[in-house]
């Protein structure tokens, strides 16, 4: 028996748009529900949104929760969203920064000395260039491994070492290389300089004072809180397996959220207008790496949060991939214009082949964020940071 193989499990799945001609935004972006109608049709069992225009806000769903009941796709479902944590965790460490218990250039050894990397800093693990290797494919080294590891509770420390045990990617600062051990990392310095977890610290500085009512870290719990979707992987023979039960451990600050569309909206609306961090952190945040090297107009991976390049102009926000489950949330810069959709199957592709669902997610986004775009407008999305070991056999 064949099937695709499993790629890496907690990535992003960001795309840049390149475009041949931009053009002005639309007033709207259109009605949502046809747009995710063909995001199912292009293969997707469910998918669920929410768009904002100013003070219109519009949600919609389409597709089924579960392919086998044929429960439906509900606006405001509970979800995994993977590393969109890290715009949480990043937050959190900036607010420490304009509080001036952090210094995002002081070495990574100030704050952890077992874990010291030699030009390492702590700025480098938030955007990625410490050259420290990832640890998912060392986790999900086998397909058995999946299921092996449902149940199982890592700690930040395990995670840790799998990732430094791992040659570097590059040297530090030298190249952008996305890493889940940076935000491991990045959340044993906000356990050490405040004594408490991430997920408390989250709690206590974004989700209570924002009032986001149906987003949570999980820790070691392995069920979703309230109505949510399965998580489906297409195994042998294309059969659908759920992983929507699973101790997300292994995500940690990393990617152990589970939020709503509206959630997330609000959370970046907050941040993109300030209420989250200081001017100077909030500067700090969008200081970006560009993905084109040479290139910083068409956006890059700033701290814990990325910009595109979009016919109306950059876009920022962040997105996420775990088993089963994948979200991606962008925002104009004045959080005026917002898109989170959420998926419920991931790893249905194999590297280079056609993928019309993340075609049309792609034209659900820009459309929703810009409006409609004229035929001259060339749209290229590229996946740079989606991990590309397969797990091995």
Known sequence: MTRTPVRAALGTAVAFILLAGAAPAAATGGTLRPQLEAITAAGMPGVFAQAVDGRHRQSAAAGVADVTTGAPTRPGMRHRVGSITKTFTATVLLQLAGEGRLRLDAPLGRYLPAYAVDGVTVRMLLNHTSGIADYDHVIFATDTSLEENRHRTFTPAELAAFGLNQPATNPPGAAWSYSNTNYVLAGMILEKITGRSPAYEITKRIIRPLGLRHTYLPGTGTRIHGPHAAAYIPWYEGVLVDFADYNMSWGWAAGDLVSTTDDLNR??????????????????????????????????????????????????????????????????????????VAQNMTHYVAPGQPDPISDATITMLVTQLCGEQPATARTTAARPHLAEQSFRR
Not at 276 to 293: C, D, H, I, S
Not at 300 to 320: I, K, Q, R
Not at 330 to 340: E, F, L, M
Request: net charge positive; with cysteine; glycine share 14%.
């Open 267 to 340: 959370f970046y609306r907050a941040l993109l207008t300030g209420k989250l961090l200081k001017p100077a952190q909030l500067a700090e945040m969008q200081t970006t790496v560009p993905w084109v090297p040479g290139a910083p107009e068409y956006g890059g991976y700033g701290l814990g949060l990325y910009s595109n390049l979009l016919p109306c102009g950059l876009a920022w926000g962040h997105d996420g991939l775990v088993l089963g489950h994948s979200t991606i949330s962008w925002h104009s810069a004045d959080g005026r214009r917002q898109v989170t």
